[in-house]
């Protein structure tokens, strides 16, 4: 192989280099170091990459290694160094892997790339092969991690709850998953602790912490219950397929999933369970909860329509028991879904203004969708809303027609044309039906309105119209609760 034409030979010829990098994911470090060194021809078997805990880390500590300060430097006119973007794609991921030999091998798939600036298309060369095992390895890892992270309600010092989550990644991918967590749970106060290190999310800043132990996440609350009855509930007898499931829910992962202990029960159930759903059949022959508690446990198992399956869990209404209003949306978002709470994302933030600005305390208030599941479609690595079929709504009519008889409220707020149809049965425009109290058959006020996230949608006048118009919408039911002494 020919040297790069015209690279100066500026590292001592014969010399070995030792990279020492502060941290197993640093892969700027790595990368800072990798360009300097192959511009100065230095070829891979005179460096060695070491990390923090190896046999060889004479560094431990240390910000800065002291061989750093021999590494050479690079001259001026230094040609830039090669990559193309097949490569820096591969080397994110591979960068994280835990195998200990994957700098080196970065490196030496770095070096080759400089003479031969099609390597990366030669799906047979060794190296090449193995840095797709390592990306591969560490997206699964990541995929597992959003997959199998488990929170644990604790209640902080100040009595905020904080979710705490317990994970064993294989690879060095916490760092690089902060991001993911902290937009899928923006509004939540959140630790994922690991024994690769932790990070802590409080709403608005991202810390980092040591390694955790087991013992240090807190076990067993109620937020495992909800996921044991979401998974009973999305366990399909007659679609059950062992390898699959295995394949996709590793046993590794087992112990730290509460709804894992279900599982030897739910397959050894399964048939009965599938008998019994066919002998169960029509909804007719189902009664109406008839407490909260029945409620509670019928929604998250209903199978009733396709968007039953979607997303995380079925979001269940929330709010004092004796309210005397209740505030209807179309269906959980995106957060919500995640939550487990109505209202908690950004068409909440509206909503949560608005009826503070209108004096109605949300708190008094119970707060629900005429649709129980999140319904989206993905767009890349987003979930996109979709808005619920009338017949979606219709089906999920069941679930608001049994709140609504167990909380009798004295007033109805229907926040958009999904909502009005679930209280309804019918579609009715909101813009010809706001303004006026319209009677639910039992003496029930039924008030429409705007969704709040139409408002996020608009701009300019058209907004500031909407939300006045919103505004005064909440002034009136405000009155109302007045007149009623709600
Ligand atoms: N939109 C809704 O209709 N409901 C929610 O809970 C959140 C957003």
């Known amino acids: 192989m020919a040297a790069r034409s015209g690279a100066m030979p500026y590292a001592a010829i014969g010399a070995h280099y030792a990279v020492h990098l502060p941290a197993p994911d640093d892969v700027a470090f790595w990368r800072e170091r990798a360009r300097a060194l192959i511009q100065c021809d230095v070829p891979p078997d005179r460096v060695s990459w070491t990390l923090p805990g190896m046999a060889g880390d004479l560094f431990a500590g240390e910000a800065l ?9 690079p001259p001026e006119d230094a040609p830039p160094v090669r990559a193309n973007r097949r490569f ?15 700098f080196a091998l970065l490196y030496r798939v770095l070096w080759r790339l400089q003479r031969f600036p099609r390597l990366m298309e030669d799906r047979a060369d060794p190296d090449v092969r193995r840095l ?37 990644p294989d690879h060095h991918i916490v760092r690089s998953e902060a991001a993911f967590f902290m937009r899928r749970f923006a509004n939540m106060r959140w630790s994922i602790l690991t024994p690769r290190g932790s990070i802590h999310w409080d709403g608005e800043v991202m810390r980092e912490g040591p390694p955790a132990r087991r013992e240090d996440a807190p076990s067993g609350d109620p937020v495992e ?18 390898s699959a499931m295995l394949s996709e829910m590793p ?3 087992w112990k730290n999933l509460p709804e894992a202990e279900l599982i030897p029960a739910l397959i050894a159930g399964a048939q009965a369970r599938e008998a019994a759903m066919v002998a169960a059949g029509a909804r007719e022959a189902r009664a109406m909860p008839q407490t909260w508690d029945m409620l509670a446990a019928q929604v998250p198992a209903c199978r009733d329509c396709p968007i039953a399956t979607c997303g995380t869990r079925a979001v269940p209404g929330e709010g004092p028991r004796a309210a005397t209003l209740m505030i209807v949306g179309e269906q959980p978002g995106d957060q919500e879904d995640l939550a487990g709470r109505p209202f908690v994302g950004p068409a909440g933030q509206v909503l949560d203004e608005h009826l503070a600005a209108a004096g109605i305390d949300r708190g008094a208030a119970y707060v629900t969708n005429a649709v129980k599941h999140f319904k989206f479609t993905w767009k890349g690595k987003h979930r996109l809303h979709q808005s619920p079929t009338a017949k979606e709504i219709d089906t999920c009519r069941w679930w608001l027609e049994a709140e609504r008889a167990l909380l ?7 926040l958009g044309a999904s909502a009005a149809r679930g209280l309804l049965g019918r579609t009715v425009s909101v813009n010809r039906e706001r303004g006026r109290a319209i009677d639910l058959g039992d003496g029930t006020e039924l008030w429409i309105t705007a969704h709040p996230s139409y408002l996020l949608r608009l701009d300019g006048a058209a907004r500031a119209e909407q939300t006045a118009r919103f505004a005064a919408d909440l002034a009136l039911v405000r009155a109302r609760l007045r007149a009623i002494g709600g």
Request: proline share 6%; aromatic share 12%; no cysteine.
């Open 65 to 73: 290694a002291p061989t750093d300060r021999r590494l050479p430097v």
């Open 88 to 102: 820096l794609g591969l080397a994110s991921k591979a960068a994280l892997h835990s195998d200990p030999e994957r």
């Open 132 to 168: 797709e095992e390592l990306d591969k390895a560490v997206r699964r890892d990541a995929h597992k991690m959003h997959a199998f992270v488990r929170f644990r309600e604790v209640e902080d010092a100040d009595g905020a709850l904080h979710y705490v989550a317990w994970f064993e």
């Open 225 to 242: 219950d909800l996921w044991r009855s979401y998974y009973a509930s999305i366990f399909n007898p007659a679609r059950l397929k062992i």
């Open 251 to 253: 046993r590794k992962y």
């Open 408 to 414: 009798r409220p004295r007033i109805v707020l229907a």
